[in-house]
């Protein structure tokens, strides 16, 4: 028999980092003006139907099921990353989809950035980057914007404290500004297999219950 759900307390949105909160943050809104059946997430935070908690990278872990007393419901989403992390992700995301009361997503790509489309990048920073489902975005993108400046630099010759700093930056464009560029058509595009599409309606689901 399944648990009562609590009404009172929210579905809780587990997502790796505040950049994955940005994205779905973003691209809910952009998705919600011209399908119903996809929440604005910000929306639902401020009814408090939702909880966002980002929970510092690191992928799925075993502590998570803790929290199922704090929440009606509980959707999480995380990276695929890149074998043989991807293979103990998809092992822990299962585990999890074993709760009766959670519903635990993995990216088919790399990462969330690999859901941008090419021109979205290019009307937020005017760069042009080229990447497959497999990419490290972020990478690429902040590489992209030294050569814009005329820095002719091999990524692997720049300081680890460097290419840190330089990611970090892209990725909170890319899933700001990027985001904000994307459109349903281009999200199409991008994303053939309508994920994104999927998670957003696995949470409508969870808050409907």
């Known amino acids: 028999m399944n648990e009562p759900h609590n009404t009172s307390l929210p579905v809780l949105i587990l997502l790796e980092g505040p950049h994955d909160v940005e994205f779905l943050r973003r691209i809910s809104r952009v998705l919600a003006e011209v399908d119903p059946a996809v929440p604005s997430l910000a929306t639902l935070e401020q009814s408090h139907e939702i909880a966002i908690l980002p929970l510092g990278g690191n992928g799925p872990q075993p502590w998570m099921q803790r929290l199922t007393p704090l929440c009606r419901a509980a959707f999480s989403l995380f990276d695929r990353e890149m074998s043989p992390e ?112 999927s998670w957003l309606h696995a949470i409508a689901k969870l808050v409907s219950q």
């Open 86 to 197: 991807s293979e103990q992700r998809r092992l822990a995301v299962d585990q999890l989809n074993l709760l009766s009361k959670h519903r635990s997503f993995m990216t088919g790509k790399r990462s969330l950035e690999n859901y941008l489309h090419l021109q979205a990048i290019r009307d937020a920073r005017d760069v042009s980057v080229n990447f497959g489902d497999d990419d490290d975005v972020a990478e690429l993108a902040a590489l992209e914007i030294l050569r814009s400046k005329g820095i002719q630099r091999e990524w692997t010759s720049l300081s680890l404290r460097t290419r840190k700093r330089l990611r970090n930056q892209a990725k909170q464009w890319l899933n700001r500004d990027a985001v904000d560029c994307m459109t349903p058509e281009l999200l199409a595009d991008s994303d053939p297999a309508g994920e994104v599409t």
